[in-house]
């Protein structure tokens, strides 16, 4: 299963990892856990704790962040 990690939550991340997510297998972090946690409760993603424990089978990362640092 190749599955898809979507990073920040926010206005426009959690619109899209929700629609992402009713096709696709996906996975869902953000600083604030408790965006990753409820988006997880409303849709079909599945909210992970920790960078450091993304799924082997992740192939494909989506970042949706606000600015170039906070991607570096």
Known sequence: MNAT???GLGHMGAPM???HAAAHPTFV???VPAASDGLAAD???TAIAS????PADV???IL???TSR???
Request: glycine share 0%; net charge negative; aromatic share 8%.
């Open 17 to 19: 990892a929700r629609l």
């Open 59 to 61: 192939d494909t990362v």
């Open 29 to 31: 972090f953000d600083v």
């Open 5 to 7: 990690i979507f990073i």
């Open 51 to 54: 960078l450091e424990t993304t």
């Open 43 to 45: 849709s079909e993603a």
């Open 64 to 66: 949706m962040l606000p």
């Open 70 to 72: 906070h991607v570096e």
